[in-house]
Structure formats: C-alpha cells, structure tokens
C-alpha cells in the first residue's frame, strides 16, 4: 500500500533521525512526543539532540513541510513506536513507555494501518504491544486473533545504528523485519524501503527481539573481556594497551579497547532483557554485565589511589585541597549521549567521596544534568589542565587527544588515549 502519512512515536535519538529520513523522501510525517519543548524545537527546524547533519535534514524537512511534531498522535498509514525501555528494580524491564505509546496511538488507528515497534525490547514485548492494542480497540481486528486477515499489521523492526553515524546507517544497514504474520512483514519491507538500501531480511517478531538483544550482548561479553583483562594486566603490572596491540597482531584475534565501564540505551541495557526471561540458562551474559557494571568502582579505587599518591609527593596539601578534574561524561566518544554512561556514575561517586573541588569536562553539552549541576561545574579543558592536581580521562573525545600538559599531572586514563 502507499503510505501517505508516518508517524514516529518519540522523538529522540532514534525516532528523530528515522522521521527526518522519511520526511526527506518526500513523505509526510508526524512526529509525537511527549517533551513539549522538543515539539518546539522541531517545528523551528531545529534539533534537541547531537547527530552530525540531523540538523540539516531536519531543517530542509520542516521548511518543505513534511516534517511536523505534536504531542498528541494523529491519524496515519503507519506508525513507528521508538520509546525509551529502560529497566527497573533488579534490572526488570520497563515497558511502561510502550505501553503508553501504543495506548495513545490506538484512537486513531484505522483498518489497514501498520504499528511497527522498533524499541528494543523483551522477548515477546510486540505481541504484548499488540494485546494492549487490541485491548483498546475491540472494534478492529489484530494478528495474534486474526492471523493474516487481520484489520491492523504490526511487526518488530530493530533499529541498529551507530551513533554519531545514524543517518549514513539508516539508510545502508541491513533491516531485520519481524512481523507478527507474514504479511504484516511485506507491508513492513514496503514501508522501509522509502529509503533503506541495505537488505530487509524477514524473519518473526520474536526472533526480530532476540537478534537485537544477541548483537548487543555479543558486544557486551567481548567488552567485559577487554575489562577484566585490563584489571589483571594492572595486578600484574602490564600495560593492557601494549599487549593488546600485540595480541591483535594475531591474524584471528581482535580484542577491544578498555574503559570506565559500559554506557549508553543499548549495550548496558539489552543483555539484562535476556537475563530476565532466562535466569537459569544466561550465565556468560549475566557475568559479563556484572564484569562492566563492576568496572567504574575500579576506576574508583585507581583515582583514590592517585589522590594518595599526590598527597604522598605533596605533604603541604591535604585532601580537601586536591582538585579532580573529570574528562567526559558521554557514554562514547564525540556524542552528548549520557544515558547510561558509567562516566556519570563514576564522577557522583568521586564527589561523594573526595573532600576537595571536582570538576567536570564534556565538550559535547552545554549544561550539566540536574544529578550533577549542584555538585560541581562544567569546565574547560584549558580551565580543567590549569586547575586539577588529578587529571581523570573517562571518555576518549578527540578533544582530548592533544593534551600535552598532562605529562607532568597525575592522572587515571581508562582509554589509553594519554599513553
């Protein structure tokens, strides 16, 4: 079927891109979120978010008029949920964000429409989408009732992009199409190849889920791996960057690079979905999750370690004296994405514990969020170099890259990027 109108449901990271990228093949899209404030913004044509060259498109698709954002759904051909799905408690997830996009877009809904849900999700979250919808709407019919036949498609479309590269990935990567049936997956295909040119591969919504849940987690266990062996090679006093150049000169060995943890919407996220719906069996997944979730009290214990070493060499000082400057906060180099970045939760466990003044450097933002403004400022790099005795390095930023000053500093490097 032709799809006249699209609309994308939340209207960040994902969802924004994905909007802007229809809207420039000419299709009229609406855009729905919640943030009253990122509806302004948009219809000015501008972004709220950071992603090289989204603003353009965003703009070009405003000025033309085929991009528009509300708060309130309106009626449309199909309709893409891109909501947060966070976790709660003891990593439980959280499908409350689903649960209210599919509530609020189900008035609208008309025989004939496609509901596609590209938020990573728990195994089986678009089926229980699909209940929740034909919960609200008993006057139409629905895959799980009425199989082929039914009034409305719906499919699970993982997104697999890379930020600070999501526009290019958009378009080129291959799609994973999960539909509930086989035909709400053709109508799915039809309505991403407005503009992806990599390969849609069909295959059911659960499996859909899954794949997404396996890519991150893959990434996951061989991230903890680069983790633990970097606090090994510190116990047995080797530089885990030497010997990692070393190993991958091994024609079947491609070890990762180290950090502070693990951050961002996905990778510190998605493996806790299988664990969830499969305690007994995930054990690699489970230990690797707690490998990286365990890395920043590490970093914790190495910057402590350093305080005391400075203090060591500078008997006229005392701890409340020493300043700690913190270089990065993002969950990955050269984005403003905080979500989950272990660079966040290593910085407030540094303020509680050191007496003395902690600042905070993050090239890529403007303003600290609300956890840290009231605990310590957003500096400069010149300011930070100027002022710290502790030079901290969460995030390799290329801003960071040429910091010569910090030769004669103490300092912590969980990138490498100062060695």
């Not at 958009?170 to 053709?186: A, F, W, Y």
């Not at 707690?290 to 590490?298: H, L």
């Amino acid at each position: 079927m032709p799809f006249k109108t699209i609309s994308v449901v939340g209207l960040g990271y994902i969802g924004l891109p994905t909007a802007a990228v229809f809207a420039s093949r000419k299709k009229q899209v609406i855009g729905v979120d919640v943030n009253q404030n990122a509806v302004d913004i948009i219809n000015r044509g501008q972004i709220h978010i950071v992603e090289p060259d989204l603003d353009m498109v965003v703009h070009a698709a405003v000025t033309e008029g085929y991009l528009r954002a509300t708060t309130r759904p309106e009626p449309a051909d199909a309709f893409l949920i891109a909501v947060p799905t966070p976790f709660k408690g003891d990593h439980e997830p959280d499908l409350s964000y689903i649960e209210s996009a599919s509530k609020n877009i189900a008035p609208v809904l008309k025989k004939g429409d496609l509901v596609i849900l590209e938020s990573t999700s728990p195994v089986g979250a678009t089926e229980q989408m699909a209940a929740w919808l034909a919960e609200a709407r008993p006057d139409l019919s629905f895959p799980q009732t009425h199989g082929e036949s039914s009034d409305i498609r719906i499919a699970h479309c993982p997104e697999r992009v890379l930020p600070g590269h999501v526009l290019r990935e958009l378009v080129q990567n291959d799609r994973v199409i999960g539909g509930m049936t086989p035909k709400c997956s053709e109508l799915a295909i039809s309505l991403y190849k407005v503009f992806v040119q990599g390969e849609c591969i069909v295959t059911n919504a659960r499996t859909a889920e899954m794949c997404k849940l396996t890519e991150n987690s893959f990434r996951d266990v061989n991230i903890a791996f680069a983790n633990e062996l970097s606090m090994i090679c510190d116990k047995l006093d080797i530089s885990v960057w030497e010997l990692i150049r070393l190993a991958n000169r091994h024609p079947r060995v491609n070890i990762l690079q180290p950090g502070p943890g693990v951050g961002g919407h996905c990778i510190a996220v998605d493996p806790w979905f299988i664990v969830s719906k499969t305690p007994e069996q995930a054990h690699l997944i489970r230990t690797a999750r707690e490998v990286n979730d365990g890395k920043p009290q590490w970093v914790i214990d190495k910057v402590k370690l350093a305080v005391a070493e400075f203090l060591q060499t500078n008997r006229d000082k005392t701890a409340r004296e020493v300043t700690i400057a913190c270089f990065g906060l993002a969950f990955k180099a050269d984005i403003d994405d905080l979500r989950e970045s272990p660079a966040i939760e290593i910085i407030q466990r540094i303020i509680a514990a050191h007496p003395g003044p902690v600042l905070a450097v993050e090239p890529n933002i403007v303003e600290l969020p609300s956890s840290l403004s009231e605990k310590t400022s957003l500096t400069s790099i010149q300011s930070a170099i100027n002022e710290a005795d502790v030079l901290v390095l969460l995030v390799d930023h290329k801003e960071f890259k040429d910091m010569s000053k910090t030769a004669d500093k103490a300092h912590v490097d969980t990138r490498g990027l100062w060695q």
